[in-house]
């Protein structure tokens, strides 16, 4: 089992920057992938981004490209996601989620976090 508990989210102007973090723990493998999913109000739960649990080979969607990034700190063994210039379309519930690369890929992870609420404001 893996346990997954996000942090950070709150209130925001558009313009600001906001960090997330998901502390990991549990039996997780260094074959897992840890990502971060939203659900905007009234649209289907989309994939932001992911970062295998070794710290290697980070992936954003498109549109949070240049402004996002998503790395390990393994001292606090999390998962943090930065976002900066941060839009109202940026507005979700973020949710964190592990498992094999694979199932994150195709966006079915096994274990999930309860999910931390953004808000952003123009």
């Known amino acids: 089992q893996v346990q997954l508990v996000e942090s950070g989210g709150g209130p925001a102007q558009a313009g600001d920057s906001l960090k997330l973090s998901c502390a990991v723990s549990g039996r997780i493998f260094n074959t897992y992938a840890v990502a971060w999913f939203r659900r905007a109000p009234g649209k289907e739960r989309e994939f932001v981004a992911r970062?295998?649990?070794?710290?290697?080979?980070?992936y954003l969607r498109d549109s949070v490209k240049g402004r996002f990034t998503i790395s390990r700190n393994s001292t606090t063994n999390s998962v943090d996601l930065q976002m900066n210039s941060l839009k109202p379309e940026d507005t979700a519930v973020y949710y964190c989620a592990a498992d094999s690369l694979r199932t994150v890929v195709v966006g079915r992870p096994g274990f999930w976090g309860r999910g931390t609420q953004v808000t952003v404001s123009s």
């Open positions: 970062i295998n649990w070794n710290g290697n080979d980070p």
